[in-house]
């Protein structure tokens, strides 16, 4: 079973930055398209970025373009969301997962989540 571990997130202030990871055990970790997803309070889950599995391709959703930077290790199994700039409306809970369909039809290919990791961006 995969096992995801998320970490990375904090209170910052509105301009900040962080930077989040992800661990995952998976085998089939560095053959799959990997993505952030955050779910924001009382709001559904909503992808965020995704990664190709060899990192040629990247994808944004508009809200986060030119803030965000996707990064991937494959020897580590590990995928990296840098954050600047942050906004109060990227508070969320921030969740990756390996990515089925590519763009705006992003979504989870994996059926297992991990706890995430909170993210909140004080005005």
């Known amino acids: 079973q995969v096992q995801l571990v998320e970490s990375g997130g904090g209170l910052v202030q509105a301009g900040g930055s962080l930077r989040l990871s992800c661990a995952a055990s998976a085998r089939t970790f560095s053959s799959n398209a990997m993505g952030w997803f955050r779910q924001a309070p009382g709001k559904e889950r909503e992808f965020v970025a995704a990664?190709?599995?060899?990192?040629?391709?990247?994808y944004y959703v508009d809200s986060v373009k030119g803030r965000f930077t996707i990064s991937r290790d494959n020897a580590k199994n590990t995928v990296t969301l840098q954050m600047n700039s942050l906004k109060p409306e990227d508070t969320a809970v921030y969740y990756c997962n390996a990515i089925g369909g590519w763009g705006p039809a992003s979504r989870a290919s994996w059926d297992y989540w991990g706890q995430g990791t909170q993210v909140t961006v004080s005005s």
């Open positions: 990664i190709s599995w060899n990192g040629g391709r990247i």
